[in-house]
């Protein structure tokens, strides 16, 4: 892990320390770990399983989650909410087939969220923010348009459905998806230089089943397409898959 990836983490425990030291001012949320299954990159070259924390924590106006990141609700008005977020950007180890291409750093995610969510149940959603802290050439723009919808299934069984689009411009898409000539000789791939615009559209379904008082058990199955510029990049059409998948499960613990 890069030293600003470590101060990014540094900085969301932080927040969470802080939150845990204000106790008595409310904090409300699940924390939790569990296991994922997922593609070792966005080009999907192979699959590989890690340990991931769960988070889903709110402190007044400042909430720390697993997918968002830190955020802070500058603007807060009938179910309106606006602000700055930081969130995790994980880089890329080229080996296996992605041989002989440059590996990614892991950088942070700096930028503007906008959401829309009258109720509790139901949200739409747009970020857009600037990879920072990465290599040469690996700091474009980056953002996701998307929305989700929880419903009861009886039982203490929660559902969420959600859809979300992810875009970036030519230099953020080039740093997973390109391909430049050095790169091409050594990795034996076809010189590939990727343009802006959406990247992929991530269908995912989710689950919450109550173990216990305050313990649940949540699962997670996404299925991820790559679209545009990112699906026509040669690593994907020689080493890795248009169409790919994501399974998590956790136990979590929920504050009230």
């Known amino acids: 892990m890069s030293k600003l990836a470590a101060a990014v983490f540094t900085g969301l425990l932080g927040g969470w320390g802080l939150c845990g030291?204000?106790?008595?001012?409310g904090i409300t949320g699940d924390v939790g770990a569990g296991l994922s299954y997922q593609p070792h990159d966005p080009t999907g070259s192979r699959y590989e399983t890690r340990p991931v924390p769960y988070l889903d924590l709110d402190w007044g106006n400042v909430s720390l989650s697993t997918d968002?990141?830190?955020?802070?609700?500058?603007?807060?008005?009938?179910?309106?909410?606006a602000g700055p977020y930081i969130n995790y950007l994980s880089g890329?180890?080229?080996?296996?087939?992605?041989?002989?291409l440059r590996n990614v750093s892991?950088?942070?995610?700096?930028?503007?969220?906008?959401?829309?969510?009258?109720?509790?149940?139901?949200?739409?959603?747009?970020?857009?923010?600037?990879?920072?802290?990465?290599?040469?050439?690996?700091s474009g723009a980056l953002g996701k348009i998307g929305g989700e919808l929880?419903?009861?299934?009886?039982?203490?069984?929660?559902?969420?459905?959600?859809?979300?689009?992810?875009?970036?411009?030519?230099?953020q898409t080039n740093t997973f998806f390109g391909v430049d000539n050095?790169?091409?000789?050594?990795?034996?791939?076809?010189?590939?230089?990727?343009?802006?615009?959406?990247?992929?559209?991530?269908?995912?379904?989710?689950?919450?089943?109550p173990l216990a008082p305050h313990w649940s058990l949540l699962t997670s199955a996404s299925w991820v397409h790559l679209v545009g510029s990112a699906a026509k990049?040669?690593?994907?059409?020689?080493?890795?898959?248009?169409?790919?998948?994501?399974?998590?499960?956790?136990?979590?613990?929920t504050f009230d």
């Open 233 to 253: 990049s040669s690593i994907v059409k020689e080493a890795g898959q248009v169409n790919q998948g994501q399974v998590q499960t956790a136990i979590s613990y």
């Open 182 to 209: 050095n790169e091409a000789v050594a990795s034996g791939l076809r010189p590939y230089n990727a343009s802006g615009g959406f990247q992929n559209v991530t269908l995912s379904q989710s689950f919450s089943f």
């Open 21 to 25: 030291a204000a106790w008595a001012e």
């Open 106 to 138: 892991d950088m942070a995610e700096v930028g503007g969220f906008v959401q829309y969510a009258p109720a509790n149940f139901w949200r739409v959603y747009a970020q857009l923010g600037q990879a920072v802290g990465g290599g040469h050439s690996q």
């Open 68 to 81: 968002d990141g830190l955020t802070w609700s500058a603007l807060d008005t009938h179910g309106l909410t």
């Open 92 to 100: 890329r180890t080229s080996n296996g087939e992605l041989q002989g």
């Open 150 to 171: 929880g419903y009861p299934l009886g039982g203490g069984i929660i559902g969420s459905s959600g859809l979300v689009a992810h875009f970036a411009d030519a230099r």
